[in-house]
């Protein structure tokens, strides 16, 4: 089972039709408990960073992540999911993440043109990526955000986006990937990408068996 974590952010049942339309058993939780029988977790969002940790850590949601992250199951964040990942935010004051990885997310720069970013745009690949395999260099997602992850360390960063900057649009480091963007919401190589990570899925509990 996939389990589509709900902590009071949007964003849910969109991302359970992609995977169920890909032939995934997906399903959305309010519960950690259920992280127990997961095989993989996807963490979505829509919404501001501050109040979404907040709500993380008064569901009781924070130890079953890092226990499941540390046993090495699967972990897919996406937009805000994503940025939760980092170490901090800058949106609406300083706020803690979840510090699975190095880095801080940072408002874009007012003269980079339209805040939030709506849209199509370019992923530039760099890194060799499990999550992106098939996906062709230069392929376009679909973005809404105002603010981006300024990762710290450069080989987490799978692919990159450029909006007035440069910055990370997918992460992949060991069982946790990111993205900055809506693969359930990019047509045809989006859903690529989120049967890359059902394969990653398959993989890793046929290791553990």
């Keep these: 089972m996939i389990l589509i974590i709900d902590y009071g952010m949007s964003n849910l049942r969109s991302v359970r039709h992609a995977l169920h339309y890909l ?61 939760l990942l980092f170490d901090s935010s800058e949106e609406m004051g300083e706020h803690r993440g979840l510090g699975i990885l190095r880095g801080c997310v940072k408002k874009f720069p007012s003269d980079v043109g339209k805040i939030p970013q709506i849209g199509w745009n370019e992923l530039r690949v760099r890194n060799s990526s499990k999550f992106l395999q098939g996906v062709p260099d230069g392929v376009y997602a679909y973005f809404v955000h105002s603010y981006y992850c300024e990762a710290h360390d450069a080989e987490v960063v799978a692919a990159q986006t450029e909006y007035g900057i440069s910055y990370a649009s997918v992460i992949e480091s060991g069982n946790v990937w990111g993205a900055q963007f809506h693969p359930e919401k990019s047509g045809h190589d989006g859903l690529r990408m989120l049967r890359n990570f059902l394969e990653l899925v398959n993989v890793h509990n046929l290791s553990r068996d």
């Design 23 to 83: 032939g995934a058993e997906a399903c959305i939780t309010d519960s950690p408990r259920d992280i127990n029988r997961a095989r993989a977790l996807v963490l979505p969002g829509d919404g501001a960073f501050g109040p979404a940790m907040e709500n993380l850590g008064a569901g009781g949601w924070l130890e079953p992540i890092y226990d499941a992250i540390a046993r090495g199951v699967p972990f897919l964040g996406i937009c805000l999911g994503m940025q």
